[in-house]
Structures are given as C-alpha cells and as structure tokens.
C-alpha cells in the first residue's frame, strides 16, 4: 500500500489519496453501498479493513493537518476523517473537529463511525449531546443519541437520557428516531428493571418505543419471557 504518513498534509496530497481511493474501488459493489449508506456523495466501496489501513498510516503522521483540512469529497474520505477523529482523547480537540466534519455529514454511517472517549469528562460530553439534539441538522441529532450510549450504565446520567428521549416525542427524521430506538434496546438490554419503569412512562413517539421493543425481540439477549411481556407496551401510530 502507499504509504500516506505525512508531517503536513495539504491540498497536494489529499488530491493523492483520493486518487488512490479511486484506484482500488469496488466498483461491483457500490450500488449496494450508495442505497445502504443512502448518501448523495460519491460512494468507492472500499472494505473497512483497507481503510482502517489507510487511517493507521495517516495517523502515525501529522493527522490534525489532514483534519484541518477536512476532505470531503466523497463518502470515503469522510470515513476516513471520522475514524481519525474518533482516535482524539481531549474532548475541546475531538468536539472542534467534530463540528468541522458534521458539515458535510448526509448519512448515518459517517455518524455511527465516529467513537467517543467520554470517560472523565461525562458531564461535558452529555452537555455536548443536548446542544447537538437541539441542532436543526438530522445527523447532528443523530451524534447527540450515538453519545448517549455511553451512559447506558451509567446510574447518574440514565433518568436524565429517559428525558431526552422524551424530548423526541416530536421527532420526524427516521434516521434520529432509529438511533433512539436502537438506544432503548441497549439500555433494556443492561438494565431491563429501569428500562420497564420508562416504558411504563415514556412520552416520546411511538415509533421510537414501538422499534426498540422490536429491537429487543430480536435479540437473542432477551428472553422468551420479556419478548412477551414488551408487547404489552407497544403505542398506537402517532
């Protein structure tokens, strides 16, 4: 593989990786990731394991000059810069370049790609995740619930994640409700006693509860026992 461990990046070599990327695409397989992903940007198909490469060469090199500049020019390369941003272990370094990349982000696997090390700053990343809730941008919100797994054990913060999932009672992007739901099943999965007391209560919609008891039945982590008994909490369609 070229080797992309640069002491500066700029416009030069970001024009050599994507020439690259373009090199090895897959082209019999990117109708299948263009309708998976559902982006508008140029798909390339390239397999995880060869970009997750490609992100371990550019991170043994100066890759804040590679986020700086912030490619975007096809699906890829935004993979890429969210892999890399997920590496970043100060939270004031890791949120300035997530906002730089949200920008750009117009489909849910940029936004499930990006990791979050939120481990002695809680508070801060929950702060994080109210403002990005409260953002107009459907994948904004969509960081905001992918940060909220990480409190899915966490006792001082799982009544305050109940609440923002209420506060998505009104919620129309599927792509934010699917995270939700997604949420739910996890947090039932871990602590199904605190998870039935929501469900008895939620405000939020009904495809939200209605999706993460269907999330829950098909996990093979739940038993035949509460796969019943969620039924009983299933919402009409709003």
Known sequence: MKT???????????????????????????????????????????????????????????????????PHDNHTILLICAYLISKIKDFD??????NKLSKYIDNWSVV???????????EKYFN??????????????RIGVR???NYKRNQDYIDKVFSLIDNLSNEKEYYVNMAAAWLLCDIFIVDKNKAYKYYKVNKTN??????????????FRVSKEDKELLLKYRKKED
């Open 4 to 70: 992309f461990i640069h002491e500066n990046w700029n416009e030069k070599l970001v024009l050599e990786l994507n020439e690259y990327l373009h090199s090895i695409k897959n082209k019999d397989k990117i109708d299948f990731e263009k309708r998976v992903v559902n982006t508008k940007k140029e798909c390339l198909a390239i397999p995880a394991p060869v970009q997750k490469n490609i992100v371990k060469e550019i991170y043994k090199g100066n890759y804040i000059s590679f986020l700086d500049i912030m």
């Open 147 to 149: 940060i909220l797994f």
């Open 112 to 122: 499930d790609t990006i990791k979050f090390s939120i481990k002695n700053n809680e």
């Open 93 to 98: 370094t890791q949120i300035k370049y997530i």
């Open 128 to 141: 994080y995740a109210i403002k990005m809730l409260n953002s107009k941008r459907c994948f904004d919100r």
């Open 206 to 219: 009904s495809f939200i509860i209605n999706k993460s008891i269907s999330k829950c039945r098909d996990s």
